[in-house]
Nanobody, 124 residues
Framework: QLQLVESGGGLVQPGGSLRLSCAAS????????IGWFRQAPGKGREGVSC????????KYTDSVKGRFTSSRDNAKNTVSLQLNSLKPEDTAVYYC?????????????????WGQGTQVTVSS
């Protein structure tokens, strides 16, 4: 059974950090671009970051540049998103998603398979 599972979300104070993970089972991630997206209550899904299959290339939306870092360990079949200097406006459900091959895009419609999401709440 193919599964993509996010973990690592939680409640954190402003300025704090979290590390999200996206783990695959039933298939290997090494041929896929992995995108990270988020959706806040009442808002549309926003592309946050993507990382190429080899991990060589990354892309970030402007609001998270310098604060979030995407990485991957294909040997462990996982991709991570390090969230630093968190702000209340980062509060959302975070999703990882797959795109076969490499495409430098944060457009949700181009990603074919999604995890179930993990909640990140930034609040004092």
């Amino acid at each position: 059974q193919l599964q993509l599972v996010e973990s690592g979300g939680g409640l954190v104070q402003p300025g704090g950090s979290l590390r999200l993970s996206c783990a695959a089972s039933g298939f290997t991630l090494d041929k896929y671009t992995i995108g990270w997206f988020r959706q806040a209550p009442g808002k549309g899904r926003e592309g946050v970051s993507c990382i190429s299959p080899s991990g060589t290339y990354t892309k970030y939306t402007d609001s998270v540049k310098g604060r979030f870092t995407s990485s991957r360990d294909n040997a462990k079949n996982t991709v991570s998103l390090q969230l630093n200097s968190l702000k209340p406006e980062d509060t959302a459900v975070y999703y990882c998603a797959l795109l076969l091959g490499w495409r430098n895009t944060l457009r949700a419609g181009e990603y074919a398979y999604w995890g179930q999401g993990t909640q990140v709440t930034v609040s004092s």
